[in-house]
Nanobody
Framework: QVRLVESGGGLVQPGGSLRLSCAAS????????AAWYRQAPGKQRELVAT???????NYPDSVKGRFTISRDNAKNTVYLQMNSLKPEDTADYYC??????????????WGQGTLVTVSS
């Protein structure tokens, strides 16, 4: 079974940092494009970072300069480094990735989410 597992969420004070991880497991050949989304209570899911298979990245203005998405292809893992966190960054964070499997199929997967709470 191919799946994505996120980790790294938690409680952090305003101005602090966290690094989220999204590890793909199973019959993985490679992660193609990937992204991180977040959803705060009562709000729609919001895209916060994307990364292509070639390493190109993109961010919305709300996190640009504070968040960095990266990938380790050898580990089939995507990361989200979050710095200068603000209370409005509080949300469930989800990894989304296009996976090319060892059985020559493409899958689009979501992780289960990891909660980030920014509060003093």
């Amino acid at each position: 079974q191919v799946r994505l597992v996120e980790s790294g969420g938690g409680l952090v004070q305003p101005g602090g940092s966290l690094r989220l991880s999204c590890a793909a497991s199973g019959r993985i050949s490679r992660i193609e494009n990937a992204a991180w989304y977040r959803q705060a209570p009562g709000k729609q899911r919001e895209l916060v970072a994307t990364i292509t298979i070639g390493g190109g990245t993109n961010y919305p203005d709300s996190v640009k300069g504070r968040f960095t998405i990266s990938r380790d292809n050898a580990k089939n893992t995507v990361y989200l480094q979050m710095n200068s966190l603000k209370p409005e960054d509080t949300a469930d964070y989800y990894c989304n990735a296009a996976i090319f499997t060892t059985t020559f199929t493409y899958l689009e997967l979501w992780g289960q989410g990891t909660l980030v709470t920014v509060s003093s």
